[in-house]
Nanobody
Framework: QVQLAESGGALVQPGGSLRLSCAAS????????MNWYRRAPEKERELVAT????????NYADSVKGRFTISRDNAKNRVYLQMNSLKPEDTAVYYC?????????WGQGTQVTVAS
């Protein structure tokens, strides 16, 4: 079955960097676009970044454009989110996502906290 497992979340100071990783299994990874979402406390879930199946195109939420970079390694079945210049408002649980078989799949999430 489809499984997604995020890692890399941590407590980081404003202005710092983190790299999130998502390990995918149970489907043909290089056939699907992948997404990163986040959910901050008392806020709606937000689409942060998307990468096409080959990695040739990416898209970002305006709130992270220029600071975050999504990438993927199809040989390793992994998708990454490099987060730079982190701000307190980036604090959230970050989720990896794939739309497979007309159904959305999510990992368990990884907590990112940006605070001094």
């Amino acid at each position: 079955q489809v499984q997604l497992a995020e890692s890399g979340g941590a407590l980081v100071q404003p202005g710092g960097s983190l790299r999130l990783s998502c390990a995918a299994s149970g489907f043909t990874f290089n056939n699907y676009a992948m997404n990163w979402y986040r959910r901050a406390p008392e806020k709606e879930r937000e689409l942060v970044a998307t990468i096409t199946r080959g990695g040739g195109a990416t898209n970002y939420a305006d709130s992270v454009k220029g600071r975050f970079t999504i990438s993927r390694d199809n040989a390793k079945n992994r998708v990454y989110l490099q987060m730079n210049s982190l701000k307190p408002e980036d604090t959230a649980v970050y989720y990896c996502n794939v739309l497979w078989g007309a159904r959305n799949y999510w990992g368990q999430g990884t907590q990112v906290t940006v605070a001094s």
